[in-house]
């Protein structure tokens, strides 16, 4: 009888609310929501990169701004104010590095684009080395890699109509 009795006190106090099975409250709704605005980048030479990211990629440059020991070099898409930038940042200091150096925390800037085969036209007529052009399994994108003026890793994608067959 003891442990039927015993089994039964378990069996209510598994069954029973209790504040520790409530359903938790929902977290409060955050005051504003966040954007992406963009990435900043260093760069070592300033007008090589920009030459880089205006002529080969097709930026614009949106402004610069200057921070006394530097720079920052706004870049956009043509037809995309508010969008997501680039920002070149430049150390013109005595102590500014002439390369950058890359570590493990940085894989690549990813950017979207209406046309790689004309894009990859453009880069071989101004001299940059690229990877080929690629298809991305069935997911109806093309791939392109290439690396800018100071190393940073470039993943040129184009969506592309997928194939049926």
């Given amino acids: 009888m003891r442990l039927r009795a015993t089994a039964s006190i378990a069996l209510l106090a598994v069954l029973a609310p209790t504040p520790l099975l409530a359903k938790p409250a929902a977290?409060?709704?955050?005051?504003?929501?966040?954007?992406?605005?963009?990435?900043?980048?260093n760069v070592a030479d300033r007008e090589r990169s920009l030459r880089f990211y205006t002529q080969a990629l097709g930026l614009h440059l949106a402004t610069t701004i200057s921070t006394g020991k530097g720079s920052e070099t706004i870049l956009q898409f043509p037809g995309?104010?508010?969008?997501?930038?680039?920002?070149?940042?430049?150390?013109?200091?005595?102590?500014?590095?002439?390369?950058?150096?890359?570590?493990?925390?940085?894989?690549?800037?990813?950017?979207?684009?209406?046309?790689?085969?004309?894009?990859?036209?453009?880069?071989?007529?101004?001299?940059?080395?690229?990877?080929?052009?690629r298809q991305a399994g069935q997911?109806?994108?093309?791939?392109?890699?290439?690396?800018?003026?100071?190393?940073?890793?470039?993943?040129?994608?184009?969506?592309?109509?997928?194939?049926?067959?």
């Fill in 80 to 133: 995309s104010p508010g969008q997501p930038a680039l920002l070149l940042m430049h150390d013109n200091t005595p102590a500014a590095p002439a390369a950058m150096t890359h570590g493990n925390g940085f894989s690549r800037l990813v950017l979207r684009v209406t046309d790689l085969a004309v894009l990859a036209a453009r880069m071989d007529q101004l001299g940059y080395a690229h990877g080929a052009v």
């Fill in 139 to 165: 997911a109806g994108y093309s791939i392109m890699m290439a690396n800018d003026p100071d190393g940073y890793r470039l993943e040129l994608v184009q969506q592309v109509q997928p194939q049926t067959g």
């Fill in 27 to 41: 977290p409060p709704a955050p005051a504003q929501s966040a954007q992406f605005i963009g990435t900043a980048i």
